[in-house]
């Protein structure tokens, strides 16, 4: 599932693959991934402006144009990517731009859980992210420390809340929790301040790393790199991690050093 390092990559992509270059054509080959615009007001709203510096808040990607804004969200599946015009459209490719005779982003996505919205200004940009928290990788420790103490759940819970923090998911929670040192079902309102911080410190490190890789790697000292292992292992202390559920969700920690 793509998280804040992965569509951070793809913001990337979409830099490098299309900055500064026109919107030749827009085909749209699964109007399911669209939300609230039709194929037609898609390409009159886009084809003919440029693509200009791309910019992201946690999940979402919002690609400028100088005008309307393309907001992208990749839900558990999606990504995107720069190919030739002349490539082989796969089964998943939903959405097409070709920005030139050599060059056209796809937006590919098999489930198709979420998708592309349009923005006409920046009123309706505001709208669209107004349930997000602060973005992961730029909130400050006061106001991560913030909006932690005014949550009565577990910490796993919080960090994972989009509302909350914008960006941060499974994989990413259990590695920041398990770096901290912090059980995942500990209530996030009882942190003591030493723990937010040392919880905020290891945060902003992991996203440098995962930022870096363009996802969560599977490093062998990472607890990410033993999470499917059929016996794991904690690669920190050596004892058998375990596997529960919170809020729902699937999480591993260990219970010897968190």
């Known amino acids: 599932m793509p998280e804040l390092p992965d569509v951070e990559g793809f913001r990337k992509v979409l830099g490098s693959c299309a900055k500064g270059r026109i919107i030749q054509r827009v085909d749209v080959r699964d109007t399911g991934v669209l939300h609230g615009v ?11 402006r440029r693509f200009t510096e791309p910019e992201r808040h946690g999940k979402w990607l919002l690609a400028r144009t100088g005008g309307p804004t393309l907001m992208l969200h990749f839900g ?3 990504e995107l990517v720069c190919c030739h015009p002349d490539d082989m459209v796969e089964a998943h490719d939903r959405v097409l731009f070709t920005v030139a005779r050599d060059r056209q982003l796809r937006y590919r996505d098999q489930r198709k859980l979420q998708g592309l919205w349009l923005a006409d200004d920046e009123s309706e940009v505001a709208r669209l992210l107004e349930r997000q928290g602060p973005d992961a990788m730029a909130v400050s420790r006061k106001e991560f420390e913030d909006v932690l103490s005014a949550r009565r759940g577990s910490v796993k819970t919080a960090l994972t809340d989009q509302s909350v923090l914008a960006g941060l998911g499974n994989l990413l929670a259990d590695e920041i929790l398990w770096r901290a040192r912090l059980r995942p079902t500990s209530r996030a309102s009882d942190l003591a301040e030493a723990d937010c911080r040392r919880l905020y410190t290891h945060m902003r490190r992991t996203l440098r790393s995962t930022v870096a890789a363009g996802c969560v790697p599977p490093r062998d000292s990472w607890l990410t790199g033993h999470r499917d292992d059929p016996d794991p292992a904690c690669p920190r202390c050596g004892h058998s991690l375990r596997r529960s559920r ?10 010897q050093c968190q």
């Not at 039709?38 to 003919?48: F, K, M, N, P, Q």
């Open 38 to 48: 039709s194929t037609r007001r898609l390409r009159d709203a886009v084809e003919g």
């Open 76 to 78: 558990m599946t999606g």
């Open 246 to 255: 919170v809020a729902g969700r699937g999480t591993v920690w260990c219970p």
